[in-house]
């Protein structure tokens, strides 16, 4: 079909408050991209609204987490031929001014992630959360050799390389989805880069953040750390399409 | 003694209830077999305690009894740690098989819209 096109993956679950204006926006800033909306089990009427906007629709028949609607999408994007997919999330934190920086970055690399690190971002984090992203960003910068500030940023794209393999594999455990599929594409030898993108605090939905929350993310960022560390060179084998 | 005639009867229950569970195909062999084995296994111990004894002896643990909860701790654990596998796996499938339908719908709206009929 749409041979080297861009697909616009946006992975959601219950958005039916901002799914459209995301949608309006995304095409108000790519007109010639293909908008995909993943809805992940949502029990509200967000794939109708999705629908209505005009986006391409695909339904899981369950909650699968941002790990599997990603895999969907990027399933999809193998079997109809697209050249590259960004993901964005479908909250409105994500701005889609940053898209082209995203899309163009993959010339000379196979994943590109958008960092909310940089001297000009509003962005801060405290706290424990901080240190688990500080740990992981260090890690993952060391597999890399070469910088990964925001390991866990869902604001991401993927190119002709990364889309073949996140076909296959991408994890769908808790930070599996961010950390955890980065981790793969680095053992697998693909080209990660980073580029700096606006986000904005989540206006909705957004996690209390207590001592006990915040002590648990980090010990499952340590966990997530050591398991990709442990686990072996993933080569993936046999075709799905 | 009582011990023995205890553990006896709760082999012989273990056992008809696993084999009438695989008879009526609710349970598969592989899993069925593990059991059928351990409580062939306590029926022949709670009916002969001196290969018990002489087991313990051999290996040099002082109470035979200690080997007995030793090894049933052990087994059961690779139990568990076994099921947690097959768990995972058949997440993963269901998770495979969870996509697979979504693109599958998604094909055949496409197909729809493509021929102009409902």
């Known amino acids: 079909m749409s041979a080297s096109g861009v697909l616009i993956a946006i992975p959601a679950w219950n958005e039916s408050e901002s799914i459209v204006s995301v949608i309006d926006k995304v095409r108000g800033h790519q007109p010639s991209a293909s908008i995909l909306v993943v809805n992940d089990g949502s029990t509200d009427n967000t794939a109708a609204l999705a629908e209505g906007a005009g986006a391409k629709v695909v339904s899981l028949p369950f909650n699968v987490g941002v790990g599997g609607a990603m895999r969907t999408a990027f399933l999809y994007a193998k079997r109809h031929g697209y050249g590259a997919v960004v993901q964005v999330d479908a909250d409105g934190q994500h701005d889609p001014a940053d898209l082209d920086r995203l899309i163009y970055g993959l010339d000379q690399a196979d994943i590109v992630v958008g960092t909310r690190f940089h001297e000009h971002s509003m962005y801060f984090v405290g706290g424990p959360r901080r240190w688990a992203m500080v740990l992981l960003s260090k890690a993952l910068s060391w597999m890399n050799k070469r910088p990964i500030s925001d390991p866990t940023s869902g604001f991401r794209s993927a190119g002709p390389r990364a889309i073949e393999l996140f076909a296959v594999e991408y994890p769908a455990d808790y930070l599996g989805d961010t950390v955890g599929s980065l981790a793969i594409a680095i053992r697998n030898g693909l080209v990660v880069r980073e580029e700096p993108v606006t986000m904005y605090f989540r206006q909705t939905g957004r996690p209390s953040k207590n001592a006990v929350w915040s002590a648990l993310y980090l010990g499952r960022a340590t966990l997530a750390i050591i398991a990709t560390g442990l686990k072996g060179g993933y080569i993936p084998k046999g075709d799905l399409s | ?118």
């Open chain 2, 1 to 118: 003694m009582t011990a023995q005639i205890l553990g006896a009867i709760a082999a012989v229950i273990t056992f008809v209830f696993v084999f009438s569970l695989l008879r009526r195909g609710v349970l598969r062999e592989k899993y069925a077999v593990l059991w059928l084995f351990f409580s062939a296994a306590t029926l022949f111990f709670a009916l002969v305690p001196s290969a018990l004894v002489w087991i313990s002896r051999t290996i040099g643990v002082a109470e035979p009894v200690n080997l007995l909860f030793f090894a049933t701790v052990v087994l059961l654990i690779l139990v568990a740690i076994q099921l947690s596998y097959e768990l995972s796996r058949h997440e993963a499938r269901i998770r495979r098989l969870a996509e697979e339908v979504a693109l599958a719908q998604r094909q055949i709206q496409e197909l729809r819209d493509t021929d102009g009929s409902e």
